[in-house]
């Protein structure tokens, strides 16, 4: 297969109803189910498995949309090895159940036979205002719909799905996967506003006076963050997220030069590695701080970029980036040693080590943040915010986790702003009644 064609092709297979019937014999159908246990949004494979073995693929899937909204997108991005697949009993037999691909199997058969699992409601209830439109927001927003309340996304890109759409490679999470889904949350009567930033396109207070009673921040960890050595301003030096973000919504289509060095040694750079490999660039090297064995990546994500000849330089940390008429040519590598030194012939130095949140002042003046200019909230308790109508969570509350984290801290939200407004209701109708019968009284 071509290498770019590679890079937008799902890399793992889909199972046949045959392959899929034969994963879910092997479950045990454990009476307390630790893969369940296991999942932070609460996707609950013990009972969506049993359902499989049990040829039931309407309950499967059942399971899986009221519990999770984005299951097909979860299916398919998850770090299992570290949740559900890890507990999985049969583990410690021979290898885990494959989860992740079962829960894929189920949505794509969903979406096949055109199962419609989850339901608009009408809308009776409060206007409510998600900001953002990644995975945390896609969840809350789902959810407060099926509560009856009428759900605005306000986006500052032009499409929705936040890092879902904006990061994570093709190979991983195809675009129209994501679409499908968007499309799944706009059909429960989900509004979306593009190209609107919250705090410079639109405020909070003008939002109050339309009306909008209770709101939702998950506006992510948007910028990039790099290090401040020479060179870091020359043409050709870049961003994992700005350099994903360009590739995803290209197909592809970018300049990704001849030799790339990647900084970083997460799943990040491994995705930022794999996709200038994939794209045409002829030699790339991963440059990390530590030893391979400290390297956080994911040993499979490690694995395929090894064997697309990815070159790892280990235990060097960035000295000097070196330019010529303005753009890259080189960068230097200071071992942590203290002793050795590399250089490496670079035209495009990709920083993948981490992103930080956006000047959040500027939504929200009094908001309280922390030393790291994260929102203060307890995502898994109740997403308040030091406001009583600003609820937060995801990335920009937790500083950069999973999807299944983000959509888990998003079904938090949602009963929490249920129970804000709720009683906000039920005060104003003891109000509108006291004044009644004091108007009766007279
Ligand atoms: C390259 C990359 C690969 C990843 N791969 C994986 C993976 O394989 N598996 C996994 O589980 N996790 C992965 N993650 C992490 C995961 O994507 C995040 O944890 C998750 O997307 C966080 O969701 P969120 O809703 O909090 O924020 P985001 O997904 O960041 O969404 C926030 C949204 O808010 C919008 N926004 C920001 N400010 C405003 C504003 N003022 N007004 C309006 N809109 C605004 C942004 O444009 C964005 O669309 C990856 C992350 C990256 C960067
Ligand atoms: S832990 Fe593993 S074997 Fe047990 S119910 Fe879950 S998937 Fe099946």
Do not use: W
């Amino acid at each position: 297969m071509e290498t770019k064609q590679k890079y937008l092709t799902e890399a793992v297979p889909s199972f046949t109803p045959r392959t899929a019937m034969e994963e879910a014999a092997r479950c045990l159908l454990c009476h307390d189910a630790p893969c369940s246990k296991a999942c932070p949004a609460g996707t609950n494979p013990g009972k969506f498995i049993r359902s499989i073995r049990f040829r039931n693929i309407k309950g499967a899937a059942e399971t899986i949309r009221e519990n999770n909204v984005l299951g097909g997108i979860c299916a398919r991005v998850c770090p299992y090895d570290k949740l559900c697949e890890e507990a999985c009993s049969r583990t410690g037999i021979d290898r885990p159940i494959q989860i992740g691909r079962l829960q894929r199997y189920v949505t794509d058969q969903e979406k096949a036979f055109g199962m419609k699992i989850l339901k608009a409601v009408e809308a009776t209830k409060e206007k409510v205002a998600c900001i953002g439109s990644g995975p945390a927001s896609l969840a809350a927003a789902a959810g407060l719909a099926l509560k009856g309340y009428k759900v605005t996304v306000f986006e500052e890109k032009e499409k929705a799905g936040g890092f879902l759409t904006y990061g994570i490679i093709p190979s991983r999470l195809p675009q129209s996967v994501v679409d499908e889904e968007v499309q799944y949350i706009k059909d429960l009567g989900v509004e979306f506003k593009f190209n609107c930033k919250v705090g410079k396109d639109i405020t909070i207070e003008e939002l109050r006076k339309e009306g909008y009673a209770a709101f939702f921040l998950a506006t992510g960890t948007q910028l990039p963050k790099t290090i401040d050595i020479p060179g870091v301003d020359l043409d050709g030096v870049t961003t994992a997220v700005d350099f994903l973000a360009a590739a995803k919504p290209n197909n592809g289509d970018i300049e990704v030069g001849e030799n790339v060095v990647v900084i970083g040694g997460g799943d990040v750079a491994m995705d930022c590695a794999t996709t200038a490999r994939l794209l045409g660039a002829k030699k790339v090297t991963v440059l990390y701080r530590r030893t391979q064995e400290e390297m956080p990546a994911n040993k499979e994500e490690l694995k395929f970029a090894q064997s697309l000849g990815v070159n790892f330089a280990y235990t060097f940390r960035p000295g000097e980036i070196l330019g010529k008429d303005g753009k890259v040519v080189a960068i230097t590598g200071e071992g942590t040693d203290g002793e050795s030194k590399i250089q490496l012939k670079a035209d495009k130095v990709i920083f993948a080590i981490g992103q930080k949140a956006d000047d959040l002042k500027e939504i929200v003046a009094d908001i309280e943040l922390n030393e790291k200019n994260l929102v203060v909230a307890d995502e898994e308790a109740d997403c308040k915010t030091n406001i009583p109508y600003i609820f937060a969570a995801g990335d920009v509350v937790n500083g950069g986790k999973t999807v299944v984290h983000a959509v888990a801290a998003g079904k938090v939200a949602v009963d929490s702003i249920d129970e804000y407004l709720t009683s906000i209701r039920e005060i104003e109708a003891t109000d509108k009644e006291v004044a009644a019968e004091k108007e009766g009284a007279r």
